[in-house]
């Protein structure tokens, strides 16, 4: 098990789902470990964390960008 510091997006975001679903797939076997999943999943659940976040946070900057214009127009 990794410590909180060593986990990347995608093993958080993973961890996450594997939580949410009680740690079993969708034809009930154990869902692996972040250590034991295979490369080509990891850098698919890290694609799609980071992805998350970007686009979270370009929305949550253009909305800022936004008000500040707003008020400096006032």
Request: include cysteine; hydrophobic fraction near 35%; glycine fraction near 2%.
């Amino acid at each position: 098990m990794l410590e909180p510091e060593q986990k990347t997006m995608g093993c958080i975001a993973y961890e996450a789902y594997c939580h949410s679903r009680d740690w079993k797939s969708f034809n009930e076997e154990r869902l692996p470990e972040w250590l034991d999943v295979i490369p080509e999943i990891k850098v698919a659940w890290e694609y799609a964390a980071t992805t998350i976040v970007q686009e979270w946070l370009g929305n949550k900057y253009a909305t800022q960008a936004r008000i500040q214009q707003e008020d400096d127009s006032l």
